[in-house]
């Protein structure tokens, strides 16, 4: 949301200032094809279990405890990478990760019972490693306290938004076209590749935190740092809603082939909108940037609830692009200036975590709402969710440091 953030105070090349930072090309790149690989995990799961059991109820289950094990046991692993550092802890839990995966696949082509299969993927989403988390807390290890962090945050908002638009179009094409483990066993693979990459990076990670630092609960239970969470829940009510009632309004008109292309219109102005607002410095507070982007999310919704046409509804879906991604990298920036350094990739690992968890509640209650009513009524719940993340933003505003 860049026109309504405030005023540039700096050139517009600072993305090419924070890629000269000392090693940063080199652990930027090397997470890229991790990046894309956990783009791909959880829908390959989907063309696994459904290509071998010909049941959607069978994947959307396995795919279920694949994202609350990683929701619930992410900032477990997170803590033992601030305690014992990424260089250390991130290769046990590639080959950890690796290994489920492997057994859900061999499982899935066996034939083996859905109970079976759900606590595989229990255990894929469990040892799942949060790469972005990861390269969070190198950025601000590199540039902790100077103006270049928060364009380093969007940037790598941004890398995460390009993984998860290429990644289910990879995943898809590679398992329609060959087997349906195909698209599994490659996001597995671009994921052990990049992480092991970024793994080798000694020089930009951070230290591993001293003994009794990482168990900081205070940092982490902060009101601001709390609120911070809530707004992330709120955000993944906000996308999990707008995932069911874009569907069943492309449907409700006739066009389900328009339902993809329609959810991708917030995306694809995020990104654009994320490159924009990451080139420039603004002088507005980021606790007030992060409120004015939460009240243009809410207020985005509204044209939604009033759209009756495809067209109409393309254009109010570009609306709320303009502030996911500022709110993003706000997120970031704002976790990092909150809880100790130490506890950093923790921080944001449950970020991720409380958007994950708003994600899968959105898309329930949604679905519910829009089997009851109409879609409108889902765009409905999806302005309930802004409003409330607009609230905790507001929190974290008014709670400080």
Known sequence: MPALTGRIDAPANTYAAVLRTPGAWKFYLAAAPARIGIAMTGLGIVWLVHGSTGSYAAAGSVTGGFAVAEAVAGPQVARLIDRFGQTRMLPITLLAHAAAVAVLIGLTVSGAPLAALIAAGVLAGGSLPQVSAQTGARWSHALRDTPLLSTAFALESLSVGVAFMVGPVLVGMV??????????????????????????????????????????????????????????????????????????????????????????ITSLVSLFAGLLYGARRWRTAPETQFVIAFVWLAASCVPLILAHTPLTAAVALALPGLAIAPFQTLSAVLAEATVDSAVLTQAFTWLNSGGAAGI???????????????????FGVALGAALTATAMAVTVKVSGR
């Open 175 to 264: 398992s329609s076209s060959s087997s349906p483990a195909t698209g599994s066993t490659l996001a597995a693979s671009l994921l052990m590749a990049g992480g092991f990459l970024l793994a080798s990076q000694r020089g930009t990670a951070p230290p591993p935190s001293k003994a009794g630092q990482h168990e900081s609960p205070k940092r982490l239970l902060h009101k601001r740092f709390v609120g911070l969470v809530g707004t992330n829940i709120g955000v993944g009510l906000f996308f999990g809603s707008m995932q069911v009632s874009v569907t069943a309004f492309a449907v409700s008109r006739g066009t389900p082939g328009l339902a993809g292309p329609l959810y991708s």
């Open 360 to 378: 899968a509640l959105g898309s329930a209650f949604a679905g519910w709402v829009v089997d009851g009513h109409s879609p409108q009524y889902g």
